[in-house]
């Protein structure tokens, strides 16, 4: 059999993501499997929303990080790869200079890409269409920086957009005026022409926050939590000082601090639309550009077929 490797490189605000899979090219309907995810908590964001720019020891790491990343990929045979960079990295004045020094130190093209282009990433194609037509669908991305908002009804993608309200932009208090009230209108907006919303959440506080659901519900595909489960959760690890987050939900360190405003974020989607829960599928951004990656080798080798 046929077997292609391809890597998707996810440079959030919080951490930095390398994820592999295998596909089959010549059995495109097969799904793609997951061969390994490893997951640096740099956190970007910690810098460029205070300081607008990413700092020379956390330049310094990148580059490290994206060399080993290159070399694992190396190790694979890896036949397309794409690295794309989000908030952190658009809005860093420094941003454009540290890809182009990434590029000539390790090989590594990085796209810095637009709020528009994440959103269109992270509604992953798969789930739209295991989405049945007849209902109404909202695919929110919470990640350090920004949150995603994919909209579809009756199987067509309806609206998207990127607002800059994210986990680690929130501990730092660098939500702009307005920028949140501006996120609830446009969920209201929705509210009121769709009736029974299907939200779907992904990254990952939404995945450890259904995992630490009492009553969360699983399966091979994905995993649900209810809006009052939520609401429970929220209320129980709010208020507690950060170490005895970390002891009692044994988190680690760099999710015990960003997993309350995610919490906070999920709750102000479910709670304007009325909506019963969350589905939480195991897929983001980085197997939102490995689906990319895979459709266009598939038609790339098609079209060199005699």
């Given amino acids: ?33 997951k061969v390994q995810l490893i997951r640096v908590p740099i956190r970007l964001g910690e810098d460029v929303f205070i300081e607008g720019k990413i700092s020379k020891t956390k330049r310094k790491h990148l580059i490290s990080l994206m060399t080993a990343y290159r070399e694992i990929m190396s190790i694979f045979d890896v036949v397309a790869y ?25 090989g590594i093209k990085i796209d810095i890409i637009t709020g528009k282009e994440e959103a269109r990433l992270v509604g992953d194609i798969r789930l739209r269409l295991a989405t049945p037509k007849n ?9 350090g920086g920004s949150t995603e908002l994919n909209l579809f009804s009756e199987g067509r993608l309806l609206s998207s957009g990127s607002f800059p309200i994210g986990t680690v932009r929130m501990l730092e208090g660098k939500v702009e005026d307005g920028i949140y009230e501006a996120f609830i209108d446009v969920l209201s907006k929705i509210a009121a022409e769709y009736e029974d919303i299907v939200v779907i959440g992904t990254g990952g ?8 659901g009492e009553n969360a519900l699983s399966t ?15 209320d129980e690890l709010a208020p507690l000082e950060f170490t005895e987050r970390m002891r009692r939900f044994n988190l680690k360190p760099d999710r015990a ?15 304007t639309l009325k909506a019963k829960g969350i589905s939480v599928p195991t897929s983001g951004l980085a197997d939102g550009i490995i689906d990319d990656l895979f459709t266009n080798y598939v038609k790339e080798q098609n079209s060199l077929e005699p």
């Fill in 1 to 33: 059999m046929n077997i292609k490797y391809f890597a998707g490189i996810d440079i959030g605000s919080n951490a930095i993501r390398l994820l592999l899979k295998r596909g089959y090219p010549d059995e495109p309907q097969l799904p793609l499997e």
């Fill in 82 to 106: 794409r690295a794309c960079a989000t908030s952190a990295m658009r809005e860093a004045t420094n941003g454009k200079k540290i890809v182009a020094e990434i590029e000539k130190s390790t």
């Fill in 135 to 143: 209902k109404s669908v909202l695919f929110v991305d919470v990640g």
């Fill in 205 to 212: 506080n939404i995945n450890k926050l259904v995992r630490l």
């Fill in 220 to 234: 091979e595909k994905e995993r649900y939590i209810s809006t009052a489960d939520l609401h429970a959760l929220f």
């Fill in 257 to 271: 601090d960003v997993i309350v405003p995610a919490a906070q974020i999920f709750l102000s989607v479910v709670d």
